[in-house]
């Protein structure tokens, strides 16, 4: 059974940072593209970051490149979402995904997915 877990969110201030971890269990995670997307209520759920199954090819969303950094450790079947410069506006339910293949921007073309974490940023 294909589980993943996030981790690491919470209320924050703006300009704070935040790790987020998602771990991972039944998957084979070295050979999977893992992405963060985010929900925020009455919005719909949208791409934030993604990395490729051998971390050579990352990919960001505009509103977080430059702030958010993906991560991964295969050894460990974790990946990371390091979360710089924290705006209210990156406050949502933040979620991991798996797919195999590349590394895609569109939430269902992802096969699992977490539970979510709760990232509030106040002003």
């Known amino acids: 059974q294909v589980q993943l877990v996030e981790s690491g969110g919470g209320l924050v201030q703006a300009g704070d940072s935040l790790r987020l971890s998602c771990a991972t269990s039944?998957?084979?995670?070295?050979?999977?593209?893992m992405g963060w997307f985010r929900q925020a209520p009455g919005k719909e759920r949208e791409f934030v970051a993604a990395?490729?199954?051998?971390?050579?090819?990352?990919d960001y969303a505009d509103s977080v490149k430059g702030r958010f950094t993906v991560s991964r450790d295969n050894a460990k079947n974790t990946v990371y979402l390091q979360m710089y410069s924290l705006k209210p506006e990156d406050t949502a339910v933040y979620y991991c995904?798996?797919?195999?293949?590349?590394?895609?921007?569109?939430?269902?073309?992802?096969?699992?997915w977490g539970q979510g974490t709760q990232v509030t940023v106040s002003s």
């Open positions: 990395i490729s199954w051998v971390s050579d090819l990352t």
């Open positions: 039944g998957l084979a995670f070295s050979s999977a593209a």
């Open positions: 995904a798996a797919r195999w293949g590349f590394i895609l921007r569109t939430h269902t073309e992802y096969d699992y």
